[in-house]
């Protein structure tokens, strides 16, 4: 009686460590996700100066491959690791590898911050450290929900993801607007500015937070494990090259190693979905999925950051290449605007999230999660009728909306999943709900760069070959810049490069040119002008595609049923094989005794 007692304590967040300790662990995880999402987007308007400072053009085709690592690298250690971290949490303690990831992130932001290397050995030593400082986000990213999960009761665990949720949100515009800053005075600032808050972090969390969790020793599914990180590492990596051009076309979904990594990959996975069946301690136990609302709360999930995960890289690219150039803005300057501009998303996400969170804690997730997907929906649709030189008001208008569906959607989904949980499958099941959102937005980067860069392969050529020789380049040298792969300009905005200069440059041509003709046709609306309208048309194709897989992921949201709970009144209840123990929830109704609910 006393273990169950306190058993039940420790669900209602209000143990022995004392009623404050929920907002202890709120507050330490929230610091950790804000860390780490800083650090995913603060490169984003750090690179220029990054690969200026290590003294290598990232343009250069040689060079592309070490773009995208700097790039991704960081983005898929994290969207691979999430669930073997997360079941390694389960097993060990989850605030054991949490304050593990604090120590790792911080230890290799500061070996980035004292990068001495130039030329290719600088940037592969960057994309070890950020490979590195990836495995650190993981574990933060793989524990702090489960965490948080343990230290709230079921009835305010929703306004606590949609805190932890601001932090993840805000932290991706605090990175633009830090790395636009930081970067021009010292690139190595931008690794540099985590590394206090990493060192109060590990502190702090190695002080205060202890277990509240219930932990199943267990051997670790070394076979699973690997199974798993090789077929997921095979498809994104397949995903991330497919960026390139390959054998004259403008992607490269021609390559056979992109075809062989995408659909090896996938091939590896079923055979991992097969062996998890088959050992004795699985990664992952493939039967939580016949909880409904774990299933469709991850489809959902999946499906949301599938729609959403390339619209704000394609929003940024608008901003940067063609509507901030045309406002006044050098190219220069447009990375860091380009995150000013995006304020309104936090704005929204900042506002609406917590209440979300609040209200799903005394509605339940299915009305709100799926009005906010619908918003989001609507919001994809507006943007459709947007021009490519819109006014500003409207443009921060519809992203804000897009910004509170997504608040309305995000808190109430992951409060949803977790509370469907065994307690001792929370780590693994958070790594799961972020692998599916992690992997999508690579997935949907990759789909909507490459829908642009077709819709791009189309028109540009033609245009950009007429605009060239009419502002009198030689044919030749138009010929030739007009035949380059669209997605260099693409890159070249993206990175705050005047795509002009970058493709004039090596044929020589603007050496042959009056002073005048070069200002015109490396100034703020040449580019703009021609690009626009073959952009608009790759740009409208992504927001259809966002719009239904957006739509696809309301129906999933509507299926997840009504509220469930799970809770275990007793270490050997949390032992109890998953599949007797959800199909006990699919049936029983409302219970205070601490069992499987359905509310």
């Not at 990213?141 to 805000?170: Q, Y």
């Not at 599914?221 to 051009?245: E, K, Q």
């Not at 490396?522 to 740009?539: K, M, N, V, W």
């Amino acid at each position: 009686m006393a273990v169950q007692e306190q058993d039940q304590a420790v669900e209602s967040g209000g143990d022995r460590r004392g009623v404050h300790y929920k907002w202890i662990a709120l507050s330490n995880t929230t610091l950790g996700i804000l860390m780490v999402t800083i650090n995913q987007s603060i490169l984003l308007i750090s690179l220029p100066d990054l690969f200026r400072g290590i003294n290598l053009n990232p343009l250069v085709p040689s060079n592309t491959s070490y773009f995208l690592w700097v790039f991704m690298g960081f983005m898929l250690v994290t969207a691979v690791l999430v669930v073997s971290l997360g079941r390694v949490g389960d097993i060990y303690g989850r605030v054991r590898m949490y304050n593990l990831g604090f120590a790792v992130f911080t230890a290799f932001s500061i070996l980035l911050s004292v990068t001495w290397l130039t030329g290719s050995a600088g940037a592969l030593w960057i994309i070890i450290m950020r490979v590195f400082q990836g495995l650190g986000g993981a574990l933060l990213f793989a524990n702090s929900t489960a965490i948080l999960t343990d230290a709230f009761p079921e009835n305010e665990r929703g306004k606590a993801m949609g805190i932890n949720g601001i932090a993840a949100v805000s932290g991706s515009f605090l990175g633009l607007m830090l790395g636009g800053v930081l970067a021009p005075i010292e690139w190595r600032l931008v690794f540099l500015v985590s590394v206090p808050f990493g060192v109060f972090g590990t502190i702090w969390a190695y002080l205060k937070l202890k277990d509240n969790g219930i932990r199943v020793p267990a051997k670790i599914d070394w076979i699973g494990n690997a199974l798993f990180a090789i077929g997921l590492i095979a498809m994104l990596t397949g995903i991330v090259y497919s960026l390139l051009p390959y054998g004259g076309h403008p992607t490269g979904w021609t390559n056979p190693w992109v075809l062989t990594g995408v659909f090896g990959g996938i091939a590896v996975l079923i055979l991992f979905s097969w062996v998890e069946t088959k050992v004795a301690a699985p990664m992952f136990r493939l039967g939580l999925f016949k909880i409904r609302a774990f299933t469709a709360g991850n489809v959902a999930g999946l499906l949301g950051a599938l729609g959403r995960g390339g619209i704000q890289f394609m929003l940024i690219i608008w901003l940067q290449g063609i509507w901030l150039p045309q406002h006044g803005k050098s190219f220069a300057e447009t990375p860091l605007w380009a995150g000013i501009s995006m304020v309104p998303l936090t704005i929204g996400f900042a506002f609406v999230g917590p209440v979300a969170g609040w209200l799903s804690d005394r509605l339940g997730a299915r009305l709100l999660a799926t009005t906010g997907l619908g918003v989001s929906t609507v919001s994809f649709l507006l943007l459709e009728l947007l021009p490519i030189n819109f006014q500003y008001v409207w443009f921060a208008l519809l992203i804000f909306l897009f910004a509170v569906g997504m608040g309305l959607f995000f808190s109430p989904n992951q409060a949803s999943v977790m509370n469907s949980l065994p307690p001792d499958q929370r780590g693994a099941g958070a790594g799961m709900l972020n692998t599916f959102q992690n992997s999508a937005t690579v997935l949907s980067m990759g789909l909507f760069f490459t829908i642009v860069t077709l819709g791009l392969a189309a028109r540009l050529p033609s245009q950009l070959y007429r605009g060239l020789v009419q502002a009198g380049v030689s044919p030749s040298a138009a010929h030739l810049v007009a035949s380059e792969p669209p997605i260099g300009s693409l890159f070249s905005a993206f990175l705050g490069y005047n795509p002009v200069k970058e493709l004039l440059g090596p044929t020589g041509a603007l050496q042959h040119m009056s002073a005048k003709q070069v200002a015109y046709i490396t100034g703020r609306s040449f580019f703009p002008h021609l690009i626009e309208q073959p952009f608009a048309s790759g740009l409208h194709l992504a927001f259809l595609f966002a719009a239904i897989a957006t739509i696809v992921a309301v129906v999933a949201s509507a299926l997840r049923g009504k509220r469930y709970f799970h809770s275990a009144p007793d270490h050997a209840g949390a032992e109890a094989p998953v599949d007797v123990l959800t199909d006990e929830m699919m049936e029983m109704p409302i219970s205070t005794d601490g069992v499987a609910t359905e509310a």
